[in-house]
């Protein structure tokens, strides 16, 4: 088993981060995105957590080779859960892929939650543990040491892409706030 870990700060509220997650895809940087469809979501009446179920459409970038190898197709499904709850200020979203789980599993944890020093920022850790399957135990580690490079590469892709998406959610907040309705008249 592979484990990779990352923190990173945005320099954006908490409110906004976890606004923005829901616009995070499509983005540019992440084209193997092709489709986020929401399952299930409902509120929590007694704690007021928004709890949320996605399905996850990716177009994977592997060698042709190793998909006949394996007997897979480019497309690939990810399950997500999250929970977001307003009082903590904490976004947690869990995924694993559906798609070839028996040959390598990547479960993975996102958590925003508000900086423990600045308001104004949000942090992000980032946790995930790929293993392979007993299927691939002759091949396992290298398929782990390989996946955990492309997980790292990926994290890093996301994390631009998101920031993009941030940058353009706030451009549209200002364009619609009451100041700029009333400056504009």
Same mark, same amino acid.
């Given at each position: 088993?592979?484990? +990779? &870990?990352?923190?990173?700060?945005?320099? +954006?509220?908490?409110?906004?981060?976890?606004?923005?997650?829901?616009?995070?895809? #499509? @983005?540019?940087?992440? #084209?193997? !995105?092709?489709?986020?469809?929401?399952?299930?979501?409902?509120?929590?009446?007694?704690?007021?957590?928004?709890?949320?179920?996605?399905?996850?459409?990716?177009?994977?970038? !592997?060698?042709?080779?190793?998909?006949?190898?394996?007997?897979?197709? *480019?497309?690939?499904?990810?399950?997500?859960?999250?929970?977001?709850?307003?009082?903590?200020?904490?976004? *947690?979203?869990?995924? +694993?892929?559906?798609?070839?789980?028996?040959?390598?599993?990547?479960?993975?944890?996102?958590?925003?939650? &508000?900086?423990?020093?600045? @308001?104004?920022?949000?942090?992000?850790?980032?946790?995930?543990?790929?293993?392979?399957?007993?299927?691939?135990?002759?091949?396992?580690?290298?398929?782990? &040491?390989?996946?955990?490079?492309?997980?790292?590469?990926?994290?890093? *892709?996301?994390?631009?892409?998101?920031?993009?998406?941030?940058?353009?959610?706030?451009?549209?907040?200002?364009?619609?706030? #009451?100041?700029?309705?009333?400056?504009?008249?």
């Amino acid at each position: 088993m592979k484990i +990779y &870990e990352g923190v990173h700060d945005f320099h +954006y509220k908490w409110s906004l981060v976890s606004a923005a997650n829901w616009q995070k895809y #499509p @983005n540019e940087n992440c #084209p193997h !995105v092709k489709h986020v469809d929401v399952l299930h979501r409902f509120v929590d009446p007694a704690t007021g957590i928004l709890y949320t179920e996605r399905l996850f459409t990716v177009k994977q970038n !592997v060698p042709t080779i190793i998909l006949k190898i394996l007997g897979s197709g *480019t497309t690939h499904y990810v399950r997500e859960t999250s929970a977001i709850d307003p009082k903590t200020k904490t976004l *947690t979203m869990k995924s +694993y892929n559906l798609t070839m789980g028996n040959l390598l599993r990547v479960e993975e944890t996102m958590r925003y939650r &508000e900086h423990p020093t600045d @308001n104004n920022k949000t942090q992000c850790s980032q946790q995930a543990a790929i293993s392979a399957g007993s299927l691939v135990s002759r091949w396992g580690s290298l398929l782990e &040491e390989f996946t955990l490079r492309r997980f790292q590469q990926n994290a890093a *892709t996301g994390r631009e892409g998101f920031s993009k998406v941030l940058e353009r959610f706030v451009v549209m907040a200002e364009a619609r706030s #009451p100041t700029n309705e009333q400056s504009t008249k």
